[in-house]
């Protein structure tokens, strides 16, 4: 089965609220059996608008992936993003081995 994987690029714009969303979203994901491979650090932009910090987790499979997303644990972290950052997340699929 393939992995899933989140996808995000953000801005944040209220940093005191939002590392209380970055503390319950990776309780969420460990949960899920997530694990990150890129949070933060560096980047370049090679084409387009780059965001100022770059997440990369991967899930056992697209449908952890999505199960962490809806999770009531992550969607109360959530809360702590919303209004606090600007962002893009995706859930993409990863290809079997």
Same mark, same amino acid.
């Given at each position: 089965?393939?992995?899933?994987?989140?996808?995000?690029?953000?801005?944040?714009?209220?940093?005191?609220?939002?590392?209380?969303?970055?503390?319950?979203?990776?309780?969420?994901?460990?949960?899920?059996?997530?694990?990150?491979?890129?949070?933060?650090? +560096?980047?370049?932009?090679?084409? *387009?608008?780059?965001? &100022?910090?770059? !997440? %990369?987790? =991967?899930?056992?499979?697209?449908?952890?992936?999505?199960?962490?997303?809806?999770?009531?644990?992550?969607?109360? +972290?959530?809360?702590?993003?919303? *209004?606090?950052?600007? &962002?893009?997340? !995706? %859930?993409? =699929?990863?290809?079997?081995?």
């Amino acid at each position: 089965m393939p992995k899933g994987y989140w996808i995000a690029r953000i801005d944040v714009t209220n940093p005191e609220p939002f590392k209380n969303y970055a503390a319950g979203a990776s309780e969420a994901v460990k949960k899920h059996g997530g694990r990150y491979l890129a949070r933060g650090g +560096a980047h370049q932009a090679l084409e *387009g608008e780059a965001r &100022a910090r770059n !997440v %990369v987790i =991967e899930f056992p499979s697209m449908q952890a992936a999505v199960d962490c997303w809806n999770s009531p644990e992550y969607q109360a +972290a959530k809360k702590h993003r919303d *209004g606090n950052c600007e &962002a893009q997340f !995706v %859930v993409v =699929e990863g290809i079997e081995p």
